[in-house]
């Protein structure tokens, strides 16, 4: 009896959390309505280094005068390039910059996400849509939604049974 009760109770479950599974992107668009700090083709590695610090931010896109993503801009770079000795303050960030650019759409799911993050081993992810930037996604975030994700779920576990 107790076991078919279970078994039940775990069927009953799983049925509630895949109708009510989060729809690919929800991260994403979410990530996508927040402010994006952004740099300049002439902003400068000093500048670029007191945003990151001042915005509490570990990356920015840097935009051309169209306003087209060339790069990105990370702590990673910053700390790669003091410690090659080529510490300059004055050089623009376009010449340390990270060219080869991760994007996602607002389709994307965490799970694609994480998938991203691990093979290309980087932190953040442009949010790119009809070749515009509409924000970025860091791996903190990532993280946030899944604690989010699993704290819901276990209150909806608790509730389920405590129904009983």
Do not use: W
């Not at 975030?141 to 509730?159: A, P, Q, S, T, W």
Request: net charge positive; proline share 2%; charged share 25%.
């Amino acid at each position: 009896m107790v076991k078919k009760l279970l078994f039940h109770l775990k069927i009953d479950y799983l049925l509630q959390i895949n109708s009510n599974n989060t729809m690919p992107g929800k991260l994403v668009s979410r990530m996508s309505k927040r402010e994006c700090y952004t740099l300049t083709e002439i902003d400068t590695v000093k500048t670029a280094s007191q945003n990151l610090h001042e915005k509490k931010i570990g990356s920015m896109p840097v935009l051309d005068k169209n306003n087209n993503v060339i790069g990105i801009i990370s702590e990673r770079d910053l700390s790669q390039f003091i410690y090659t000795e080529r510490f300059n303050l004055n050089l623009p960030v376009t010449k340390i910059m990270s060219k080869n650019l991760v994007s996602c759409d607002l389709n994307t799911s965490v799970t694609e996400l994480m998938d991203i993050m691990t093979d290309k081993k980087i932190r953040h992810v442009l949010i790119i849509e009809d070749k515009k930037l509409n924000g970025i996604v860091s791996i903190g975030d990532v993280v946030n939604h899944l604690i989010n994700k699993i704290k819901e779920e276990n209150e909806n576990l608790r509730g389920y049974i405590n129904s009983y």
